[in-house]
């Protein structure tokens, strides 16, 4: 396969080999536990994080030319991966792993979750069997040497690039003993299903999917600070995070202000190269995504429910960030994992059935609110159902150890990921 990059499909990224059926079969033979003593594999780990920032240079490239990474959203990568690293090194329990770990992750992080994932189980002394996105294969390579340059056994980490398939094939085999998986919510429906009929009764399914995350802004909120945190949670990283705000709802009485100064700080985001520094919103990943959001806003286009679209480079796989109205969340069928916000206005009186419709959707991964009453704070974050709840700032974003990431629901199973609970579930 080639690797292009998705803002300038002339510039080749690199290519890859799939693993074959034979690979994944081979691949499962020739795992073997990593039974060095706890502490040499955190010392190990950290060697991983120190080489990783080492690299930042060649790392930082391929963020942005295999998977459309601005400056600032790789630089924010790398520093996860190593916190990752060193965070569950310092977990490195002395206890029995679980075994053969397949860790499937997507490429909207490839080398922080990527690294998040692989770096527990091993932590824990799991043999790894490690499937990346398609679309990151070559980051993911690029870790994994990193990772036996340090020191972790060949056995221990094997990658086996490839797409669904691939994970399809590991989720299924009776000597897979546990799955790490991040990604869509299909997705992980399919691996759990896959995993009830094939592997062992209790096998661990860590699983952190998708979203329809909210935010709240009342009329006592500092508009200038809820439109800054709204262009950053919905916009950066060209919306393609997991916790990017999709649903906005707005005190009806400062809508008309609120939604005026939105549209105005939209128009001042850089849209095009990730690698330019004045870029603020890059391509989104490939076509089929592009599609996907472009068809979603024409629909909202025609019906005359687009408020705001800003416009955007004609080569590329740029997609125009958007504004559309809706009545609530419940008209959102599915997350649209773009640079789309809905909106809605609510009146004050309603606010607790606002709260109540979010958590009727049933997922529950991050959400925002911007008020200046703190008992109103209060009561909402008490009744939301998310595993992330940020007031008065974005919405996205994580730290390792001290912000802990994860969603309940249909937004995820298992301990929070950089949470110290997090390398106990790849123990037996
Ligand atoms: P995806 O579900 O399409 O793919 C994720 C991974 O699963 C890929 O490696 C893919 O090849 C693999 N896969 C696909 N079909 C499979 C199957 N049948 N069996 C096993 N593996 C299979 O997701 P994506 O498009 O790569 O990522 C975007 C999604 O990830 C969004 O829904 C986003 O919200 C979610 N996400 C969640 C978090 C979180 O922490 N909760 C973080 C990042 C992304």
Redesign the pocket.
Known sequence: QEMRNPADARDLVGRVAWASDGDVNAALDAARVWDAPAAERAEVLRRVADLYEAHYGELFALCAREAGKMVGDSVAELREAADFLRYYAAHAPDAAPVGRF?C??????PLA?FTGQVAAALAAGNAVLA?????SPLIAHRAVRLFHEAGVPRAALQLLP???????????DPRVDG?A????????R??RA?MADNLAPGAPLI?????LNAMIVDSTALPEQAVQAIVESAFQSAG?????LRMLYVQQDIADNLLEMLYGAMEELGIGDPWLLSTDVGPV?DEA?AKKITDHCEKYEKRGELLKKLSIPEKGNFVSPAVLRVTGIQDLKE?I?GPVLHVATFDAKEIDQVVDDINAKGYG?TFGVHSRVDHRVDRIASRIKV?NTYVNRNQIGAIVGSQP???EGL??TGPK?GGPQYVRRFMK
Do not use: H
């Open positions: 397949a499937i992750s997507p490429w909207n992080f979750i499937k990346p996105a398609e679309q490839g797409a669904g398939e691939v994970g399809a094939a590991l989720t299924a799955v998986f991040t990604g869509g919510t299909d997705t992980a399919r691996i896959a699983a952190e999917t998708g979203g393609q995070r997991c916790s990017a990943i995504s997350e994992f991964l595993g990431f994860g969603g937004s995820g990921a």
